[in-house]
């Protein structure tokens, strides 16, 4: 690099410093890099397509006028796109301002890493912005069944084309049922198709993290620049932004900024837009906008798929059949806690040299298993349908057969059954006194009532984690 360019480079970014401060020079001018001068054009770098852009807009005259003072040679400036630490280097986009033209721009592919964005801080090269990916959370080690087919679809067809379909793909589900793994999936893919687009992947909480720190380091242009460069933004567990004001204000801005950019959004949580307490309407409208889906809870088959899968990658040999079915029908909570425990089970009959079978699988898992049956209780289900129903609890053990009143005791009554290990009998017990016929009957209904209902289907789902949590 010529000695006595880089001092002319220096010495322009002085009187930049001096023109426009130290919090928009830090923000936007310092990340650039000098890179060489040849036939009147200099080149000068940055970290991403936003600043390039950015700086051209509002910096670019006054880079070429203070240039050209320190050499009148210097007809023109182009600013190329090079990713910094964290994304492969060969990018390059460029731009090019002078004599009050601007020219095409030229991009070559990049083999970018997801999650893995820099900010343009005091030094850009410093802080990784997205968060890391699990090798393991890919499509082909995804397990589809009738509870997740839908999710499974979506994430897919998100992955596979650049097109965006809907925005925000929205996933939500209980603890441990497979969203974490869909959105590394979604990660991966695109790392792999097409490594040229910018992808971020991070959780709620890292996104407020890096909000607070670049408030307190008075970097907020930064910031935004990062995220709103993104091709694809995805953030996992949106419901920590619950009461945190200026963070969901800046989500706002961010989220409507990469929509009208017709860039993708996936976002995950634990329960739907609707039902985000504590977190502005407007955001919950805009999460709304695109295609909200639901992980169910995991049925017997699906478990059982999940552990004959996770024995194949392990590659442990036999392994008893029924142990496979003890476990998929006593450990019903999430999905990991099910591979937790066949973990647990290979570890202790490798440790201890015993042969895994039922009685070993039982004292192997004893607490895990006694979690399982005390989940919760028939008292609790009522408290809780009650007041997601807004009926008295004492109705849940009167003989008032208005629907109002009849249909959430229904709910009540299958969700003891399903959640607890208490029997027929005591179920109707609990409940003034009923016979076991009457529950039988109010299990069947709302089986059947789940399968037209979509609104009912969600109540009982979001009160199942409600329950479980």
Not at 123 to 148: C, E, I, T, W
Request: glycine share 6%; hydrophobic share 40%.
């Amino acid at each position: 690099m010529d000695q006595g360019y880089l001092g002319q480079w220096q010495r322009v970014c002085a009187r930049l410093r001096s023109e426009f401060g130290d919090a928009a020079y830090n923000s936007w001018l310092r990340p650039l890099k000098f890179e060489r001068i040849d036939d009147g054009l200099a080149h000068l770098q940055a970290p991403t397509r936003f600043m390039r852009d950015w700086v051209l807009s509002h910096y670019g005259e006054r880079i070429r006028a203070f240039w050209q003072a320190e050499d009148n040679s210097v007809r023109e400036i182009d600013i190329s796109v090079h990713p910094v630490t964290g994304r492969a280097q060969g990018a390059t986009t460029s731009v090019t301002v002078g004599d009050g033209k601007s020219a095409a721009v030229g991009e070559t592919a990049a083999q970018s890493a997801p999650a893995a964005i820099p900010a343009p801080s005091a030094d850009p090269q410093a802080l990784r912005m997205g968060s890391s990916l699990d090798a393991r959370y890919q499509f082909d080690s995804f397990v589809v069944g009738k509870s997740n087919e839908l999710a499974y679809a979506a994430a897919r067809r998100v992955a596979d084309t650049a097109q965006v379909n809907f925005n925000p793909l929205f996933l939500y589900g209980g603890v441990g049922l497979g969203k974490t793994h869909l959105m590394h999936a979604i990660a991966w893919h695109i790392r792999e198709r097409d490594p040229s687009r910018e992808v971020i992947y991070l959780s709620a909480e890292r996104f407020m993290y890096q909000f607070v720190r670049a408030l307190r380091d008075r970097e907020t242009m930064a910031f935004k620049q990062v995220f709103r460069s993104a091709d694809v933004l995805m953030i996992d567990d949106v419901q920590f932004f619950s009461r945190k004001d200026s963070t969901q204000e800046e989500f706002f801005h961010t989220f409507n900024e990469l929509v009208d950019q017709n860039k993708q959004i996936v976002i995950s949580a634990d329960r739907s837009p609707s039902d985000l307490e504590d977190v502005e309407e407007r955001i919950r409208s805009r999460l709304g906008w695109g295609l909200v889906v639901d992980i169910h809870q995991t049925d017997f088959e699906l478990r059982l798929g999940i552990l004959e899968a996770k024995l194949a990658r392990a590659n442990v040999g036999d392994f008893p059949p029924k142990v496979l079915e003890f476990l998929a029908h006593r450990i019903t909570s999430n999905i990991r806690e099910l591979e937790g425990a066949l973990n647990r089970l290979i570890a202790h009959a490798h440790l201890v040299g015993r042969p895994i079978n039922l009685e070993m699988t039982q004292e192997a898992l004893q607490d895990l298993l006694r979690a399982n049956d005390r989940r919760v209780t028939i008292e609790e289900i009522q408290k809780k349908v009650a007041q997601h129903f807004n009926i008295r609890l004492a109705d849940m053990h009167s003989a008032r057969r208005a629907r109002a009143v009849a249909r959430p005791r229904q709910v009540a009554m299958y969700l003891a059954k399903q959640l607890t290990t208490r029997s027929l009998p005591e179920i109707g017990r609990k409940f003034g006194g009923r016979d076991h016929t009457t529950v039988m009957h109010a299990v069947k209904r709302i089986e059947e009532l789940r399968q037209t209902d979509a609104a009912l289907a969600e109540d009982i789902d979001l009160l199942r984690r409600m329950l479980e949590a």
